[in-house]
């Protein structure tokens, strides 16, 4: 007797699963297409509604064109739960939770004002365009890059920390060198915001030392601020070229999730068989 994991899916819901996950068939490319432009559309109404000209003469349109997309929308995500083995999988998912966020906000909307124009959250479901022109390496390195960061996250932490107490320690020793003589190193805090300024190259400009030894120090601290800019690219770099792998675009029809390696069987996420037809033509 097969496990829940492993029982087929309907007919129905197999189909569904195609047209909505898969990009590789014509019904399933046609499906992305239509959700790319009806996104871009939601977007942008979104964006023109928050034009006060334009709402005041288009506010009836502005109304109905996002009831009405959020509609589409939410019937979509409903769909998305029902052909999956584990809707709660999906969900939490990383499109799971953008595809929530898509439409939440206009129920929100009813109770609390002004949430709508979070909708523009939209925009980042056009990263699905990726699949339709089966450009799936390019997601595949922006997972590459996420995994990453996060398998650096703790060198990158002991990095922060070290240059926490660095710019503690410059703006403690600016703010004795200039205290007096400069009346914008008033206090140790605004002297570590001036050194946090200078050592990320960003220079705002609004305090400057007057004095030459201040400005010796601030010269080297510009000069630091370039190392420090370089020691985290470094760490996520090296992280990155260890991660690197090759992957495709085939969804899983238990969690839904995507980027698989090119010569998987079995789901990364989940561990459900990729191609469950084959293993019944078997």
């Known amino acids: ?90 969900a939490t998912s990383f499109f799971g939770i953008v595809d929530l966020l898509a439409i939440l906000p206009v129920y929100l909307m009813f109770f609390l004002g002004g949430t709508q124009f979070f909708l523009v959250i939209r925009a980042l479901r056009l990263m699905r365009i990726f699949r339709i022109f089966k450009l799936g390496h390019f997601m595949n390195e922006g997972r590459v890059i996420i995994e990453a960061m996060k398998a650096s996250r703790l060198k990158i932490s002991i990095f922060l920390f070290f240059v926490l107490i660095l710019v503690t320690i410059i703006g403690s020793v600016m703010y004795v060198i200039e205290g007096e003589s400069n009346p914008g190193f008033t206090s140790i805090p605004r002297s570590i915001y001036w050194s946090i300024v200078t050592l990320t190259t960003v220079g705002f400009g609004d305090i400057v030392p007057k004095t030459q030894f201040g400005q010796f120090l601030s010269a080297v601290v510009m000069i630091l601020g370039y190392a420090v800019i370089a020691v985290p690219t470094g760490i996520v770099s090296s992280e990155f070229v260890a991660k690197k792998s090759s992957s495709n675009t085939k969804a899983c029809y238990n969690c839904g999730e995507e980027g698989h390696d090119d010569n998987a069987n079995y789901c990364k996420y989940c561990g459900e068989d990729l191609y469950p037809e084959r293993r019944r033509e078997g």
């Open 1 to 90: 007797m097969a496990t829940e994991q492993h029982e087929r899916l309907s007919p129905l819901r197999e189909k569904i699963h195609d047209i909505i996950f898969e990009a590789e068939t014509p019904a399933g490319k046609a499906f992305d297409v239509g959700l790319i432009f009806l996104i871009l559309f939601s977007v942008l109404m979104v964006m023109a509604e928050s034009v006060k000209e334009l709402q005041e003469v288009y506010s009836d349109f502005f109304f109905w064109a996002e009831m009405v997309t959020t509609g589409i929308f939410t019937i979509e995500y409903i769909l998305r739960l029902w052909v999956v083995r584990s809707p709660m999988r999906y």
